[in-house]
């Protein structure tokens, strides 16, 4: 998952118009132990389309940050 981040991080910077490289950009993070960082994108990626906060509810790779306030303010919405 690291390598998958440090390759996504490149190219959500070259193109921040696809919610999904977002997306999965904060899969990685929540996976590599980097919460904040996952909210983060997360968040962009909700901004780009309401479609990821349904997503996120689901996904597993999300768990980690199931317990996290910010979680659950983005899915909510």
Same mark, same amino acid.
């Given at each position: 998952?690291?390598?998958?981040?440090?390759?996504?991080?490149?190219?959500?910077?070259?193109?921040?118009?696809?919610?999904?490289?977002?997306?999965?950009?904060?899969?990685?993070?929540s &996976?590599? +132990?980097? /919460? $904040?960082? %996952?909210?983060?994108?997360?968040?962009?990626?909700?901004?780009?389309?309401?479609?990821?906060?349904?997503?996120?509810?689901?996904?597993?790779?999300?768990?980690? &940050?199931? +317990?996290? /306030? $910010?979680? %659950?303010?983005?899915?909510?919405?």
């Amino acid at each position: 998952y690291e390598e998958v981040r440090d390759r996504l991080r490149v190219i959500a910077k070259a193109h921040p118009e696809y919610g999904m490289l977002f997306f999965n950009l904060a899969c990685c993070d929540s &996976l590599t +132990g980097r /919460p $904040a960082e %996952a909210l983060e994108h997360l968040r962009r990626a909700i901004e780009l389309s309401e479609d990821f906060r349904e997503n996120a509810k689901s996904d597993p790779d999300l768990n980690p &940050l199931c +317990g996290e /306030p $910010a979680f %659950a303010e983005l899915t909510s919405g």
